[in-house]
């Protein structure tokens, strides 16, 4: 009597085999990342391996997660454009797997390498079939593929820019991310990142002024359920969902920036005294968010009305200054130490309208971020970017024209190459670095008086 096996076994037996070659193929590829001829100690395929390899029809690709390990140094020296490409082709394909693990795969993929280079042409040639592949894994996904799904339309839409082709990326999309950012039912992280993509895409894409206003009342309805009712005297509590309130009043925060006038004034009015609330928060995320947005509607405010009046102000930086020399022992060191390196700056744009400028380095170039709309756009694109933010500064025209940067600098192979220090100098600076820096913060440490001796 012949066996029969049950159809889900074998869906997920074939399945583990397709993740089992992308694992198989990824530690091929990093042979080819070690310089000089240096070989790993990896084990060559065996005659199973090989027919699993001839079986799926995921071979010939690389672990998509290569592409976050390597950037993009790693894939200008291990292949050509051709290369990249082709491989870009194979996970749009993986989109339509069966698999959800495969789909979340190939989707990251897709994300990573996006955000580790320019692919604008590629792109631009296969954005329907990405815009599709991304709406059926919101519509259809769970979960991780959702989130990976939303990401993944954020760095799509920066790599197109302002236009058409985005607009209709974010028309397709946005009801889709709407839906599930109001969807209680839904994964946590999945309404989050929705959220982050949801601001970002119209902030990029938007033409439509009543669009960004709906946008900016959808996240706003998500924060403020965070708000401290009047009936509450104590501290607001964390739930599940501050998270999520977290990256919709940063997405919210980020649309402020490019409304107009009367707008932001109406929202000015509207939240200047209900955010403090949020201050009071004992998640240590949520207090930050709520005091870099603060910081950022008094510099909004100020920049329209120079000799702007807050009415509890003196309430506010009592409160900020409580924050910027916080000693709780309940709280984690680590929190208290980020917490009041935050609020210090906070306390001090609030109270002295002044601004610590940072310096970013991308290159030849330098980038001075001076108030606190620059660093909030900023930070919004580190967060989705990584570390291919350094990159995108130097080749994204639209990040380069939102930053100020002027068109790019366009440098030849020799130019780069005279640019490039060698490892050993690298080492040899950041040991004196180090050794100055240790120097400057022991002057700095509090000497403990002597009060006697003790025989």
């Known amino acids: 009597?012949?066996?029969?096996?049950?159809?889900?076994?074998?869906?997920?037996?074939?399945?583990?085999?397709?993740?089992?070659?992308?694992?198989?193929?990824?530690?091929?590829?990093?042979?080819?990342?070690?310089?000089?001829?240096?070989?790993?100690?990896?084990?060559?395929?065996?005659?199973?391996?090989?027919?699993?390899?001839?079986?799926?029809?995921?071979?010939?690709?690389?672990?998509?997660?290569?592409?976050?390990?390597?950037?993009?140094?790693?894939?200008?020296?291990?292949?050509?454009?051709?290369?990249?490409?082709?491989?870009?082709?194979?996970?749009?394909?993986?989109?339509?797997?069966?698999?959800?693990?495969?789909?979340?795969?190939?989707?990251?993929?897709?994300?990573?390498?996006?955000?580790?280079?320019?692919?604008?042409?590629?792109?631009?040639?296969?954005?329907?079939?990405?815009?599709?592949?991304?709406?059926r894994c919101l519509k259809k996904g769970k979960g991780d593929e959702q989130r990976a799904a939303a990401a993944?339309?954020?760095?799509?839409?920066?790599?197109?820019?302002?236009?058409?082709?985005?607009?209709?990326?974010?028309?397709?999309?946005?009801?889709?991310?709407?839906?599930?950012?109001?969807?209680?039912?839904?994964?946590?992280?999945?309404?989050?990142?929705?959220?982050?993509?949801?601001?970002?895409?119209?902030?990029?894409?938007?033409d439509d002024i009543t669009e960004l206003y709906s946008t900016l009342q959808c996240l706003e309805n998500i924060f403020t359920k965070s708000y401290l009712k009047e009936k509450d005297t104590n501290v607001i509590c964390s739930t599940p969902n501050t998270a999520l309130h977290i990256s919709s009043l940063l997405a919210w925060t980020l649309l402020l920036t490019i409304c107009p006038i009367n707008e932001v004034k109406k929202k000015l009015e509207v939240h200047f005294h209900k955010l403090p609330s949020l201050l009071s928060s004992d998640d240590v995320n949520m207090r930050i968010a709520a005091g870099e947005s603060l910081a950022l509607l008094f510099e909004l405010a100020r920049g329209m009305e120079s000799d702007f009046y807050y009415e509890d102000m003196e309430s506010l930086?009592?409160?900020?200054?409580?924050?910027?020399?916080?000693?709780?022992?309940?709280?984690?060191?680590?929190?208290?130490?980020?917490?009041?390196?935050?609020?210090?700056?906070?306390?001090?744009?609030?109270?002295?309208r002044d601004f610590p400028t940072e310096t970013v380095k991308f290159g030849p170039e330098r980038m001075y971020i001076d108030c606190w709309v620059k660093k909030h756009t900023y930070d919004t694109f580190k967060e989705i970017l990584g570390s291919g933010m350094q990159y995108h500064l130097q080749s994204n025209e639209f990040l380069r024209n939102v930053f100020e940067l002027g068109p790019p600098v366009m440098l030849d192979a020799a130019a780069l190459k005279t640019m490039k220090i060698s490892r050993f100098e690298r080492h040899l600076y950041n040991s004196a670095a180090f050794k100055a820096r240790t120097k400057a913060r022991s002057k700095c440490r509090d000497k403990r008086a002597d009060v006697g001796e003790f025989f």
């Open 152 to 206: 993944l339309a954020s760095v799509l839409c920066i790599q197109l820019g302002p236009g058409i082709e985005s607009e209709e990326v974010l028309k397709t999309l946005g009801p889709i991310l709407k839906k599930i950012i109001c969807d209680g039912t839904a994964s946590i992280q999945a309404r989050q990142t929705c959220a982050t993509c949801f601001g970002v895409c119209c902030f990029i894409a938007t």
């Open 317 to 352: 930086t009592q409160m900020l200054r409580t924050l910027a020399t916080d000693g709780n022992k309940h709280r984690a060191k680590v929190d208290k130490r980020k917490q009041r390196s935050v609020f210090r700056d906070i306390l001090r744009a609030v109270e002295e």
């Open 1 to 135: 009597m012949m066996r029969e096996f049950p159809r889900k076994r074998e869906n997920s037996q074939r399945n583990n085999l397709k993740l089992e070659v992308l694992y198989h193929l990824n530690k091929r590829l990093h042979l080819k990342s070690v310089k000089g001829g240096q070989h790993r100690n990896v084990q060559p395929f065996s005659d199973e391996d090989a027919s699993i390899e001839t079986m799926s029809h995921c071979s010939g690709y690389s672990d998509p997660s290569s592409f976050a390990e390597d950037g993009p140094e790693v894939l200008d020296e291990e292949g050509t454009q051709e290369d990249l490409e082709y491989k870009l082709k194979g996970f749009i394909d993986l989109t339509l797997d069966k698999s959800a693990k495969t789909r979340q795969a190939a989707l990251e993929g897709i994300k990573n390498a996006l955000a580790s280079k320019m692919l604008y042409e590629f792109i631009l040639e296969r954005r329907m079939t990405l815009t599709d592949s991304i709406e």
